[in-house]
């Protein structure tokens, strides 16, 4: 990829299908969150599964992040690979490798700190047979009925964190919580409510509150301004938007402020073997589907299906070897698909390049 910098994605060295990340709507989202987090008193800690960079983790950081939020050990140590110095896993770690690494780690560097979730007493009890000279410091999961993990009442949660102060080993930290499954405002800030009471209740000195997910933070920011505790914010898809799944869900739509969508893949008509019919280069290995199917960018563009290599359209006056641009659905099952990414400029000059450690 270097040796294209300066030159158009569309100059001939680049092949097709390939994504292409916006460095203008990059920096932009990372500069609102950034800004958002700070004006509501809360510090960010961006979940980095949905990129898994370096390059992003790096802009995250200098924009004023906290550290970075994972989602499974292997995760957190290929983003300490990264030079952080503070991560969160977002779940309860019962992985053997991934706890020796984790005490290792913790002993190796005293700076370095390192936040994980319990919602059991089996879950403290491994921890606290893996822990080494320093404790593995915790936040209590509070879930919700239907949810994810997580204690499913505050009584459950406040008798495991009496649990955790008695056990050799392992540290509260504070609480932790997940609202992004939750349907209605009305739903999150009820939920909301609990989390602040497990605050109160629990004995810990400037305890952590950490919640996530990017579709309800302004709740989280009107409705976690008083409370004591120290607020990470763990919304990790705002950093490159979409045209689809967090377009339509993204907090910006109720409050002022926006997101740009900075990932678009582009691919070349394969074959119109139909009138109206086109068979496009771009399948599942190179697009995200699980939660909607790409966004055609040519107006007159339908999907009708999506293959592991193809992609069926429907269109009139395309032909074999005409580009289309597609916008995506859901960045966090998007950078897996790809190692290397070229950061492009508004003229889609190559400016840099963003590579993933999936």
Known sequence: MQAVLGQSVFGGALGFPLMVVHRDAL???????AAFARDHGMELAPHAKTHMSAEIAALQLEAGAWGLTVATPRQAEVVRGFGVGKLMVANQVVDPAGLAWGAGELERDPGFELLSFVDSEAGVDILARSAGSRPFRVLVELGHEGGR???????????LASYVQAVPGVELAGVAGYEGGLKTGEEVRKYLDSLQEAVEYIRVRNPILSVGGSQWFDVIGRKLVTTQARILLRSGAYVTHDDGYYRERTPFNRIEGELHPALEVWAHVLSTPEPGLAIVGMGKRDAPYDEGLPV???????ITKMQDQHTVVRADGL???????????HPCTAFDKWRVLPLVDRDYRVVGTITTNF
């Not at 920096?27 to 969150?33: C, D, G, I, L």
């Not at 055609?296 to 339908?302: C, E, M």
């Open 296 to 302: 055609p960018r040519r107006g007159g563009v339908t």
């Open 319 to 329: 032909r074999p070897g005409d580009l289309l641009a597609f916008g995506i659905s």
């Open 27 to 33: 920096e932009h989202n990372v500069a609102t969150m």
């Open 149 to 159: 993990a997580g204690c499913r009442s505050l009584d459950e949660l406040l008798k």
